[in-house]
């Protein structure tokens, strides 16, 4: 009678042991730093052991990056639940999510947003669509409210997505907000987002210019 070879074991612990240091190599260095060789010896482990968990390379880097969207998504889903549908507080509520994200998960937020492929992928081949469909929806909903004005949908994500991605990154490689001492005090992530919104609603016109089209468009 022919014996059965046990398949190795397998520990939650350990897969999450590999996935968190996966995802830190990834973040440290990018797509370069990662080698199961590497990712073995930050979890104690050997690097054979590490294919009883995942097929290839690959397959570890899309685990990592599948679940650094999907915690992602979670910020944003969160940050909306109880705000009004077609409300700009909805808007500023994906923004300030954007932040917490970035801020509370630095190593995931560096991973999710690296380049791991050789060329761009199209957001809809992110896991979680990258939040791009819920940004949409959301802008969509405040055009027909009239909480925003009337635009190309995708163009109005895609500049408040580079407006608070550029944010989020210098706040992670810089403190920009040092350069506001003038309130008195450091300005927070939060803060500096809430204080930036009103550039992003009116722009950098003088006042008087903004009064005088908010007058003229109440007027007609």
């Not at 996966?22 to 590490?50: F, K, Q």
Request: charged residues 25%; contains cysteine.
């Amino acid at each position: 009678m022919k014996s059965r070879t046990a398949a190795p074991a397998r520990s939650a612990d350990t897969e999450t042991a590999i996935l968190e240091a996966a995802r830190d190599l990834l973040a440290e260095g990018g797509l370069g730093a990662l080698s199961m060789r590497g990712v073995a010896a930050r979890v104690g482990v050997s690097a054979t052991a590490i294919y009883n968990y995942f097929e290839n390379k690959q397959a570890l880097v899309k685990r990592v990056v599948t679940q650094g969207f999907e915690r992602f998504a979670g910020y944003l889903r969160g940050a909306i639940a109880d705000v009004p549908v077609g409300s700009a507080e909805r808007l500023r509520a994906l923004g300030e999510a954007y932040i917490r994200f970035a801020l509370e998960n630095r190593e995931y937020f560096r991973v999710i947003f690296a380049s791991h492929a050789e060329t761009p992928q199209d957001i809809e081949e992110l896991p979680e669509g990258g939040g791009y469909e819920l940004f949409r929806q959301t802008v969509v909903d405040a055009m027909e409210s009239g909480a925003i004005r009337e635009a190309d949908a995708d163009l109005v994500v895609l500049y408040l997505w580079a407006h608070v991605h550029g944010l989020v990154t210098l706040l992670l490689t810089c403190e920009p907000d040092a350069r506001c001492e003038h309130t008195g005090r450091r300005l927070s992530a939060p803060e500096l987002f809430a204080r930036f919104s009103e550039f992003v609603l009116y722009g950098l016109r003088p006042d008087g210019a903004v009064r005088a089209e908010t007058g003229s468009a109440a007027a007609s």
